[in-house]
C-alpha cells in the first residue's frame, strides 16, 4: 500500500482535528519512514525480485521490528505516548497511535503472506492484494479519494495557498503512485533504501499544506 496510507491520514484530521497533517503523514507512514533506516544498517533485508507479486518486485523476508504485528503495536503504542507527552489531548494521542497501526492492517491486505507477527520470524500472513493490478488499484484509489475527501470537507482555505496547495499535494501523490506500480524495479537495494526516504517530502508537503488550512467549525 501507498496512498492508502496517506487515505488514512487525510480523513484522520476529521477525528483529530488538533493534530496536523504532517504529524498524521509521520504517523502513518512511521513503519516505512523507520523500514529504509534499518535497511541500510543492515539490520532487516530485501531482495529485489521482479514477479514475486504482479505489482512489487520486493522479497520482503526479514523486517520484524518494522512490519512485524508485534512490532506494529510497540510502535504504535510508543508513539501515541510520545505526542500525548507533548500535547497532552488524550483523544489526538489515541488517533495518532491508531494512524501508526493502521499502516500495519493495510500492508496485511496487500502484501502476499510474508509479515511476521512476532519478531521471530516463524508465522507470516498477508491477503495478497497485490496479486491482482486491478483489485490494488480500484481498493488504492478508492480509499485515497474518500480520504481526501474527508480532508477537504473537514478543513477550509486560509489562502490560495492552502487551496492549491491540498491539491497540488493529492495529484502528485497519485501520480507518484501510479509511477511507483508501472514503473521499473530498483536497481538494486541500497538504491531502494535511500530513494524510500523520499516519503520525508510528502510529510513536509503536508505540513506547509496544513499551515495553510483551518478546521471548519
Known amino acids: 500500500m501507498f496512498i492508502s496510507h496517506h487515505a488514512v491520514a487525510f480523513a484522520a484530521i476529521r477525528f ?6 504532517g504529524t498524521l503523514f509521520i504517523a502513518v507512514q512511521f513503519l516505512d519512514l523507520l523500514w529504509p533506516l534499518l535497511l541500510l544498517l543492515g539490520i532487516e533485508h530485501v531482495r529485489i525480485e521482479p514477479g514475486i507479486t504482479v505489482v512489487s518486485p ?3 523476508y526479514d523486517y520484524p521490528i518494522s512490519h512485524s504485528l508485534a512490532g506494529a503495536l510497540i510502535w504504535s503504542l510508543l508513539f501515541g505516548a510520545a505526542y500525548f507527552g507533548l500535547r ?8 495518532v497511535g491508531s494512524a501508526v ?7 496485511f491486505i496487500a502484501h502476499r503472506p ?12 498477508g491477503l495478497g492484494l497485490w496479486n491482482s493490478y486491478a483489485g490494488t488499484f480500484i481498493v ?11 480532508y477537504a470537507r473537514t478543513t477550509k482555505s486560509k489562502d490560495g495557498l492552502g ?10 501523490l497519485l501520480i507518484s503512485y501510479v509511477a511507483s506500480i508501472i514503473g521499473p524495479p530498483p536497481p538494486n537495494e541500497i538504491a531502494l533504501a535511500i530513494g524510500a526516504n523520499v516519503a520525508w517530502l510528502f510529510v513536509l508537503w503536508a505540513f506547509w499544506t496544513d499551515g495553510h488550512r483551518a478546521v471548519k467549525a
Open 140 to 150: 488504492e484509489i478508492g480509499i485515497f479519494i474518500i480520504g481526501v475527501a474527508v
Open 88 to 95: 497532552h489531548e488524550v483523544r489526538s494521542a489515541a488517533v
Open 163 to 172: 487551496k492549491y496547495g491540498l491539491w497540488s499535494l493529492a495529484s502528485f
Open 16 to 21: 483529530a482535528p488538533e493534530t496536523s497533517l
Open 114 to 125: 510474508d509479515m511476521p507477527l512476532g519478531f521471530n520470524g516463524t508465522t507470516y500472513v
Open 101 to 107: 497501526f493502521s499502516h500495519w492492517v493495510l500492508d
Open 58 to 60: 520486493l522479497n520482503l
